[in-house]
């Protein structure tokens, strides 16, 4: 069965902390994999894109990982703001077409 | 670029009554997708269109659901007649392309409310 799980459901750190947000998937087979930060009543805005051939990407402080071996991505936070609070959703895509699979996101919530 | 726009922003509307959702593309984007989005179910992707033609319906829940794009800059999303477990956030996205590499662009979104 075709699945994203992410971990934790929700997380709460203090401002200036560094996180890590993590995903898991089943979905074959595998295309790409999209981490999305959704504020809240807003639409959600891609931060990163990873193929199969990369391991890591970077967009500011948030650094994405893959490992298509263990099916695993992480989404690493450096240096948290109060601006990062929001829904981190990871969504992979399953072959050619436009077939997704969204995770059931992660909460977070940066405080002052 | 205003970005993808929707209206409304927010609806609340009684069971059995018709539900009409509207979204503009960003300009010169292609393919349109419309999302729905619950606590419970997460994101779930409803239909997409390429071109003005419905590709993938396979997400719309039933036949109280229907989508149309007269054109290539205004889509709607109608639910006749309305039920109270269709109260979700409703997104628009368009994209630049049909490849599915390329990003999609999400709306603000409208919140339904159907009581």
């Known amino acids: 069965k075709n699945q994203v799980e992410q971990s934790p459901q929700s997380l709460i750190i203090l401002e200036g902390k560094n996180c890590t947000l993590q995903?898991?998937?089943?979905?074959?087979?595998?295309?790409?994999l999209r981490w999305y930060k959704q504020d809240t009543g807003r639409g959600p805005v891609s931060l990163t894109i990873?193929?199969?051939?990369?391991n890591t990407k970077s967009n500011g402080r948030y650094t994405a990982t893959l490992d298509a071996d263990t099916k695993q991505s992480s989404l690493h936070i450096t240096a948290s703001q109060l601006s990062d609070s929001a829904s981190y959703i990871c969504?992979?895509?399953?072959?050619?077409?436009?077939?997704?699979?969204f995770g059931g996101g992660t909460r977070l919530m940066v405080k002052p | 670029d205003a970005g993808v726009i929707q209206s409304p922003r927010h609806e609340v509307t009684e069971m059995g009554q018709e539900v009409t959702l509207r979204c503009k593309p960003i300009?010169?984007?292609?393919?349109l997708f419309w999302y729905r989005q619950t606590m419970m179910r997460g994101l779930e992707l409803l239909i997409y269109?390429?071109?003005?033609?419905?590709?993938?319906d396979s997400g719309m829940p039933e036949d109280r659901f229907s989508a149309k794009m007269p054109n290539a800059s205004f889509s709607t999303l109608k639910i006749q007649p309305s039920e109270p477990r269709d109260s979700a956030v409703y997104f628009c996205?368009?994209?630049?392309?049909?490849?599915?590499?390329?990003?999609?662009?999400f709306g603000p979104g409208t919140r339904l409310t159907v009581t």
């Open positions: 996205a368009s994209r630049l392309g049909d490849s599915p590499s390329y990003e999609q662009y």
């Open positions: 995903c898991n998937y089943t979905v074959s087979p595998f295309s790409n």
């Open positions: 990873m193929t199969f051939s990369e």
């Open positions: 969504v992979v895509r399953r072959g050619a077409g436009n077939m997704l699979t």
């Open positions: 300009s010169g984007h292609n393919s």
């Open positions: 269109f390429n071109n003005n033609v419905p590709i993938d």
